[in-house]
């Protein structure tokens, strides 16, 4: 599986960006498609999950993100409103074979993108 992440970009205070990520190598219906966030000398930290069953959200990013999936496509997204200048970061999207339950732990994602940048300055 190979993943390529797109969509970053830099916006004002307040507005809005969508995060995408196409998988390529096999169906991933079945994987875990996760993002995950950096910022230079930080660990790189989680953002948000989805499964077949339930999607997840680290808190400072609840009610203004969405993570959301598309099977046919082969692809996953990351709506993000209301962004505030912490947001700013790396994203990379992660993909992990084993669909259930939904982790937050780096380690147990098996397939990475290759980051895009969101920066979030007026």
């Known amino acids: 599986v190979q993943l390529q992440a797109s969509g970053g970009g830099l916006v004002q205070p307040g507005g809005s960006l969508t995060l995408s990520c196409a998988a390529t190598g096999r169906p991933f219906s079945g994987y875990a498609m996760a993002w995950f966030r950096q910022t230079p000398g930080k660990e790189r930290e989680f953002v948000a999950a989805?499964?077949?069953?339930?999607?997840d959200y680290t808190d400072p990013v609840k009610g203004r993100f969405t993570i959301s999936r598309d099977s046919a496509r082969n692809t996953v997204y990351l709506q993000m409103n209301s962004l505030k200048p912490e947001d700013t970061a790396v994203y990379y999207c992660?993909?992990?074979?084993?669909?259930?339950?939904?982790?937050?732990?780096?380690?147990?994602?098996?397939?990475w993108g290759q980051g895009t940048q969101v920066t979030v300055s007026s």
């Open positions: 992660a993909a992990r074979r084993i669909g259930y339950p939904i982790s937050t732990l780096e380690s147990n994602y098996d397939y």
């Open positions: 989805i499964t077949s069953r339930r999607s």
